[in-house]
């Protein structure tokens, strides 16, 4: 079956990013691609950073990021109060997990499609503490009712400490309902952490309405920002409890500065950021979406087309808005995270095709992204290749 037409581009699109063009880059998801304009804007930050660095980080530096910050958080309706800027997910994970203060007998609950590095941080922090780490599974095509029930059984009042459940999931592109569940979790007093690190600017989003007690996303994804900024927004109750990694001067100003200022840094990033979403307007959020979802849509089907995957056994993400997509690799490629990277890898160093790869239950996943600067045949191109590549063990 042939795939529906592609969306059509957004003219012009391609030229506000300096990607080089004799690459596909179809894996935007990973560490996103910041416009030429945002680009420019952070070098004027630096540059004036450089010119006197003393009076960049002694004054009015803490009130830029706090604007930086209310703009952010009122892109995503966060409480701007309750927001800190962190340098990445893995970050505002991080600073959760060690505020917790577990204990011997406390578990962490996640699912089985959490990013790696998540995992491994719940892991490292639940060692630390003599406390366990407990991970469920979630199949694929589970309805969303039915992923409720399945982490609501999944908890234990009393000893469960944190639920961690992704908004958007790495290995497998799914949408989960992070709403119910966290209304769910709340029913039994457990805390959720949604990490959301593909949100910000890829779905509209209210981080009101998830109401999780803790929310991280990432903008440097999806929203257009320089790398290094993400935002950790925290419940009323837990903020005083959230300690940053690095003990730094701003210790007794309490939350967010506390979190935010970690000593000699960087920060032209986070003061970037707004104009990051400044080139999403400027294009159409809302024409973003529609087409990168459509394009990422597109992309699995012909590239699922091209490797005999039924269309129904193509997984869809769960819901609207979700700008990736994956599709089954054959049964034995890339089942363990070295392979998968090999495999990654050689798309790369053979195709030109920049794409993600994963090991997931048993299965080899390859994950592909729509972005404003791909086009169809750029997904044709790998449909038409990757066939032969995959041959070749
Ligand atoms: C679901 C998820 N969580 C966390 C991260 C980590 O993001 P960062 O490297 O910016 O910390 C990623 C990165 O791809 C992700 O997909």
């Known amino acids: 079956m042939s795939a529906p037409p592609p969306p059509e581009p957004i003219p012009g699109a391609r030229l506000l990013f300096s990607l080089d063009p004799a690459v596909s880059h179809l894996n935007h998801g990973a560490f996103g691609a910041v416009p030429i304009g945002v680009q420019r804007a ?9 010119a006197n660095p003393l009076r960049f980080f002694s004054r009015g530096l803490a009130d830029r990021v706090a604007h930086a910050r209310r703009h952010l958080a009122t892109f995503l309706d966060a409480d701007p109060e309750g927001t800190a800027l962190v340098g ?27 990013y790696g590095a998540v995992a491994l941080s719940i892991a490292r922090e639940c060692r ?6 407990r991970v469920l599974s979630v199949p694929l095509t589970a309805p969303d009712a039915e992923v409720v029930r399945i982490l609501r059984a999944g908890l234990r009042p009393g000893r469960t400490r944190l639920l961690v459940v992704d908004q958007v999931s790495s290995p497998t592109a799914r949408l989960l309902p992070v709403a119910a569940i966290t209304a769910a979790a709340r029913e ?5 952490l949604v990490d959301a690190a593909h949100v910000p600017g890829m779905l509209p989003v209210s981080v009101r309405d998830v109401a999780a007690d803790f929310w991280v996303g990432n903008l440097h994804k999806w929203a257009y920002a320089p790398r290094g900024t993400a935002v950790l927004v925290v419940a009323g109750p837990w903020r005083e409890r959230t300690e940053p990694l690095v003990v730094s001067w701003e210790q007794e100003s309490g939350f967010p500065a506390r979190l935010e200022w970690q000593a000699t840094l960087d920060y032209t990033s986070w003061l970037a950021a707004p104009v990051g979403l400044f080139t999403l307007r400027n294009l159409g959020v809302q024409r973003v979406r529609a087409h990168n979802t459509a394009l990422a849509a597109y992309g699995q089907r012909v590239v699922g087309d091209a490797l005999g995957v039924a269309p129904t056994a193509l997984p869809d993400p769960g819901g609207p808005g979700v700008a990736m997509r994956v599709v089954p690799l054959p049964d034995g490629l890339a ?11 050689r798309i790369a160093d053979r195709l030109a095709t920049e794409v993600s790869v994963s090991a997931w239950n048993g299965r080899g996943w390859l994950r592909l992204c729509g972005q404003v600067y791909n086009t169809p045949a750029e997904y044709e191109r790998l449909a038409a290749h990757l066939p032969a590549l995959l041959a070749q063990r």
Do not use: K
């Open 42 to 50: 952070q070098q004027r930050l630096r540059d004036e950073m450089e």
């Open 88 to 114: 990445n997910t893995t970050t505002g994970v991080a600073v959760v997990l060690q505020s917790l203060g577990l204990r011997p007998g406390d578990e962490v609950v996640s699912t089985d499609h959490g």
């Open 128 to 133: 630390r503490a003599g406390a366990t780490s």
């Open 188 to 192: 039994h007093g457990v805390p959720v």
């Open 335 to 345: 089942t363990t995270v070295d392979a998968a990277r090999a495999l990654r890898n």
